[in-house]
């Protein structure tokens, strides 16, 4: 179903670009960012004030990309599209795909392989500024996104007491290359209700309003092609138990190490060690369940190709 | 006030304005036919970037190298058509030393008055600065070194694009 989506959105996108908007793939290599794992233009975890794809002001153009997360108890595998029109807007979606791997997890008997999943619509306004561009200048580019997200799994938002199973996540981004260090670096403030990203609801018995979230990244230009970066990502606290009975910890915020190779205008891969803290934490101590069989930190691989076009 | 002392402030106000005059375009940021903000990168002091480019020999080198490449470039050759490529590369080779800190003066016009009505593009303009990269590449400038010229380049978009 999320292929068929992305395929159709494709699709008007391939029609957009050819009923006159040109596809100039204008843009310096890498000054498109990546797709981070909401589908937004930006590092892996961040949505950055880039807009995504290789098209300057004068074309629209269209980034496909897929990501897959093997992480220790889960696997998230990410698919998406994004479609970058005139420099200035961006619009995405993005299937966040949530399997658990490990049985000993989710004490309210779901079986291994059970999905979370959840669709993420973006769009991305550049405010102003240019990353590129205004290198005599402190002004970073800016840019105002949000991201709708949409989730099915009824039986694990009630359980852990989610209020909704839907809700939107608002951000600015403040992005800024700097040329003469060779240095990308971007600075985010979202603000949302989202339990893990959205994949446990939004909203929690501790608190169902919005708050900020602290994102940034960093990167150093090695070459034209390769990139070596960092990324920090904080999150809310609004869960406080599993089924009424075993306590959740806090969430933690999450983080990367990655490495991005451009190896033309049309293919990038991305490469990181990913720790997204421990997702639904649940204390299993009530049950007499071993300590060893605790949840721990969900850390792994984070692969991400991206197609421009 | 009698006519020695007017002739003397009128000689003193004279200094002044030759001496500000002389200064302004010894303005450090005007170089290279363009003028920088005073904030984010700007043409540098000393002559650390000159000396990391590989100075006037290998400027001059890969300079060469760059503009034999941009007249015949598909995207961007028919902006030079005509144009004689030898004072194009002297001209550009004097720009590139001005702006690195080198002991070279950059004579020719403002970058927005040899651009004005040539409907460059961002694109033209990107494209550019991925040639000059291909040529740097080939004199084997580092390129963290390249990012420190394209830096000072890049600020130059407001003057040269004009579509």
């Given at each position: 179903m999320h292929f068929k989506t992305i395929l159709s959105i494709a699709a008007c996108a391939v029609l957009l670009a050819g009923?006159?908007?040109?596809?100039?793939?204008?843009?310096?290599?890498?000054?498109g960012g990546v797709s981070q794992v909401e589908g937004a233009g930006g590092g892996g975890l961040v949505p950055w004030a880039l807009i995504a794809?290789?098209?300057?002001?004068?074309g629209v153009g269209v980034t496909v990309h897929d990501t897959y997360v093997p992480l220790s108890d889960f696997t998230l595998h990410s698919p998406g599209i994004a479609i970058g029109l005139f420099d200035r807007v961006e619009l995405s979606y993005a299937a966040d795909l949530f399997v658990i791997?490990?049985?000993?997890?989710?004490?309210?008997?779901?079986?291994?392989?059970y999905t979370l999943h959840q669709d993420v619509y973006g769009a991305k306004v550049r405010l102003v500024g240019d990353a590129v561009y205004d290198?005599?200048?402190?002004l970073p580019q800016v840019a105002a996104g949000l991201q709708y997200k949409r989730n099915d799994n009824e039986t694990v938002l009630k359980a852990v007491g989610a209020k909704d199973s839907s809700g939107v996540d608002f951000y600015f981004a403040a992005t800024k290359l700097f040329l003469a260090q060779s240095l990308l670096v971007d600075a985010t403030v979202r603000f949302t209700k989202a339990n893990q990203f959205g994949l446990l609801g939004f909203g929690g018995p501790r608190s169902d309003a919005y708050q900020p979230e602290f994102e940034g990244s960093l990167a150093y230009l090695f070459s034209k092609r390769f990139a070596l970066g960092a990324e920090y990502r904080m999150k809310p606290n609004n869960l406080t138990d599993f089924a009424g009975v075993l306590p959740i910890h806090g969430e933690r915020g999450a983080y990367d190490v990655f490495a991005a190779y451009f190896l033309n205008k049309n293919l990038s891969l991305t490469a990181a060690y990913v720790d997204l803290g421990r997702?639904?934490?649940?204390?299993?101590a009530p049950l007499g369940?071993?300590?060893?069989?605790e949840p721990r930190s969900q850390r792994g691989a984070y692969l991400s190709l991206q197609f421009a076009y | 006030m009698t006519i020695r002392k007017f002739f003397l402030v009128y000689a003193a106000c004279c200094g002044l304005l030759l001496t500000s005059a002389v200064r302004a375009d010894e303005n450090?940021?005007?170089k290279g036919g363009f003028h920088y903000n005073e904030?984010?990168?700007?043409?540098?002091?000393?002559?650390g970037l000159y000396k990391d480019l590989g100075g006037s020999e290998k400027i001059a080198a890969f300079t060469s190298d760059f503009v034999g490449m941009i007249v015949k470039d598909?995207?961007?050759?028919?902006?030079?058509?005509?144009?004689?490529t030898d004072r194009l590369t002297r001209m550009l080779t004097a720009q590139f030393i001005e702006l690195s800190?080198?002991?070279?003066?950059?004579?020719?016009?403002?970058m927005a008055e040899t651009h004005?009505?040539?409907?460059?593009?961002n694109a033209d303009f990107n494209r550019l600065a991925e040639v000059l990269q291909i040529a740097m590449d080939r004199q084997d400038v580092p390129f963290s070194t390249q990012n420190r010229l394209v830096g000072l380049l890049a600020s130059m978009q407001r003057d040269v694009v004009t579509k």
């Open positions: 009923a006159g908007a040109s596809a100039d793939e204008g843009k310096l290599l890498a000054t794809g290789y098209e300057t002001r004068d791997d490990n049985q000993n997890l989710m004490p309210g008997g779901l079986q291994k392989g290198q005599d200048s402190w997702i639904a934490d649940v204390s299993l369940v071993d300590k060893s069989l | 450090p940021l005007h904030a984010g990168q700007t043409p540098p002091q000393g002559d598909d995207q961007i050759g028919h902006f030079f058509q005509g144009v004689n800190g080198g002991p070279a003066s950059y004579k020719g016009r403002e004005a009505g040539m409907g460059v593009t």
